[in-house]
């Protein structure tokens, strides 16, 4: 399954609906020179209505067979970052996001596949020095309007969004253990925004005591929550 390259057109409709929906570009990170597929790279400030930084893949898409309809869909990806993240700085760290979002944006190309909601990437080593995660996970996007997840195109095609998080690697292990559903709900109260050191969905809250059946509130998820509202 090869790539499929939107037209003039389609690629003036996507970005239309990118900037009603998520805000407007303030940068686009074009590939001078790629040995495969163009993975573009949107970038939309933090703003009032959100307060973080808005990542989303540009380039050739990956057609997901839709079966109902006897057609393929088309995806383009986001990733949010916190507000005082630097996406254009190269340095590893800081970096790691956008290196992650272009090659997911490559994969189908590159391996003739397709991705599409749930599925599952292990980088089998962890993004950068700076944090453990290791895996991503495609889900719906998050704290947006339900008509911001589809782009209409012509000829009844559409454009499907999913939102990248990344995933430590026993998060990856419980979601290929059980399912992408059992995982999400382990994940409740978890930030949607990227965090390299956030708490671990699987480990949050074990106590030695393995006769303990209750619940724990976990301080740093109260931290994470004020940290993304910028409260004091």
């Known amino acids: 399954m090869k790539p499929e390259s939107y037209l003039m057109q389609e690629r003036r409709l996507l970005e239309h609906h990118v900037q009603a929906f998520f805000g407007r570009f303030e940068t686009i990170l074009h590939e001078a020179l790629s040995p ?22 540009l380039g050739e898409s990956s057609a997901a067979p839709n079966q109902e309809q006897g057609k393929s869909d088309s995806i383009q990806l986001l990733l949010f970052l916190p507000g005082d993240w630097n996406p254009d700085d190269r340095r590893e760290e800081q970096y790691w996001p956008v290196r992650l979002l272009k090659a997911l944006a490559r994969l189908p190309g590159i391996n003739d596949t397709w991705l599409g909601w749930g599925h599952t990437i292990d980088n089998q080593e962890p993004y950068a020095d700076s944090t453990q995660l290791s895996a991503a996970i495609l ?7 339900e008509d911001a997840c ?83």
Request: a negative charge.
């Open 36 to 57: 495969d597929v163009s993975a573009d790279i949107g970038i939309i400030p933090p703003s009032k209505e959100r307060s973080c930084h808005t990542l989303v893949s």
């Open 139 to 145: 889900v719906t996007p998050q704290q947006v309007d």
């Open 150 to 232: 589809i782009c209409p195109l012509a000829e009844g095609e559409e454009v499907n969004f999913y939102q990248v998080i990344p995933l430590y690697e026993d998060e990856l292990d419980y979601k290929l253990e059980h399912d992408v559903d059992a995982l999400l709900n382990k994940m409740r109260g978890i930030s949607f925004v990227v965090n390299p050191t956030r708490q671990n969905a699987i480990t949050r809250g074990t106590l030695s005591n393995d006769n303990f059946d209750g619940e724990m509130d976990d301080a740093s998820y109260h931290l994470e929550s004020i940290e993304e509202k910028e409260l004091p």
